[in-house]
């Protein structure tokens, strides 16, 4: 970095301070509104509004509720994409805080804090540009939670441009002042699917006249399950997980059909694929068994997420010497996350921001929340980041 970008890195650092405040009071008002995949209109509202109101060149409607807004410094240097979520979790929270959500929907996951992060790093650039090198691409992107939002961005062009891509995560796991800063793999792949057992319908008291879904679905379930165990060589990862079961409404009324929501996590693309192949046969041959037919559907999709490793060690370096927080390697772990679907295009280093209180609930879990410091320490972070990685290359 040189010493000009240093003194724009040290300046940005001290407005974001100056600016927690705003980035709390940003951050509980997104987190207030949740919408799920493809349904962020009012979040990417709300975040094109504050991005074009610093001057930045907007684009929305990308993939559907997207949004990136430009930022091109006045000295010459490459174009880095930062990237935030827009999306909750179909999931009520029930965390009890005076900005809680109220409604089918939650941000238990940290997106509103990622979104919240994002904005500060552009407000303090926005007001430096004139000593910018490069540009920013700021990208609110939809439906992670769903893995279905990053290709479709891609696909729109968002990469068009690019060198280098910068992502950052909050983790309720990891205590606060701690950021990992992994080269190498992050986060495994994931496949989402959606599995209709159909049967058919029927008086619950009158077996034999109908062939029972949920009957099959159960052992469909269960035999996922037992395949993952049986079939996984020693030392591979594989995970085959049932998130949603929806049949029926009545106790005494077989329904037609059973719905089956799941998703696969793995580390070795190869194993995926065997899984991916599995799960259709396995759920066909089951049903099959009991009467029942299938119909499958893939709803989503992420790569296996790895950092560049110069990348990941220009990102340590900047952490550090800045003081900002403590830097750590952590195992890889089984969640996923389609900024892959950047970052398997592109360098790129994703970043996990610790924001455990002590007593957090997981990722995903009703009552989730953060040590609301890693909003600020998210923005610090990211902005540290993409000043050493435009002032480098």
Request: negative net charge; hydrophobic residues 50%; charged residues 15%.
């Amino acid at each position: 970095m040189s010493v000009a970008t240093g003194r724009l890195a040290a300046g940005a650092d001290r407005a974001l301070a100056a600016l927690e405040p705003e980035l709390i009071r940003w951050r509980r008002e997104i987190h207030a509104h949740p919408e799920p995949g493809f349904e962020e209109h009012a979040t990417a509202e709300l975040m094109a509004a504050r991005l074009g109101g610093l001057g930045l060149a907007v684009r929305t409607g990308i993939a559907g509720t997207g949004v990136i807004a430009d930022l091109d410094g006045a000295l010459p240097g490459p174009r880095v994409l930062l990237r935030a979520e827009l999306d909750a979790l179909p999931v009520r929270e029930t965390t009890g805080l005076e900005f809680a959500a109220d409604g089918p929907a939650g941000h238990l996951c940290g997106h509103d804090a990622h979104l919240a992060a994002l904005a500060g790093v552009a407000s303090v650039l926005a007001a430096r540009r004139e000593a910018l090198p490069g540009s920013v691409r700021f990208c609110l992107q939809p439906a992670e939670e769903l893995l279905a939002g990053a290709a479709p961005m891609v696909a729109a062009g968002v990469l068009d441009g690019v060198g280098m891509v910068v992502g950052a995560h909050v983790l309720s796991g990891v205590p606060y002042g701690t950021v990992s800063a992994n080269p190498g793999t992050v986060l495994a792949g994931a496949d989402f699917f959606r599995l209709v057992v159909v049967g058919g319908a029927g008086h619950a008291g009158t077996p034999g006249q109908f062939s029972d879904a949920i009957l099959a679905a159960a052992h469909v379930m269960t035999a996922l399950q037992s395949a993952a165990a049986q079939e996984t060589p020693m030392g591979e990862a594989l995970v085959v997980a049932i998130g949603s079961v929806r049949a029926g409404t009545a106790a005494n009324a077989a329904p037609e059909d059973a719905v089956l929501l799941g998703n696969l996590r793995w580390f070795d693309p190869a194993l995926g694929e065997y899984a991916r192949r599995r799960v259709a046969e396995v759920a066909a041959g089951v049903a099959g068994a009991l009467g029942c037919s299938t119909r499958l559907e893939w709803t989503g999709h992420a790569p296996v997420l790895a950092n560049d490793a110069a990348l990941a060690a220009t990102a340590e370096a900047a952490i550090g010497a800045a003081g900002l927080a403590t830097v750590v390697h952590a195992p890889p772990l089984s969640a996923s996350d389609d900024f892959a679907e950047f970052s398997t295009r592109v360098p790129g280093v994703f970043l996990g921001v610790g924001c455990g209180t002590g007593a957090s609930a997981p990722h995903h879990h009703p009552m989730f929340a953060i040590d609301e410091r890693a909003v600020l320490l998210t923005a610090r972070v990211e902005c540290r980041v993409l000043l050493a990685l435009l002032g480098t290359a």
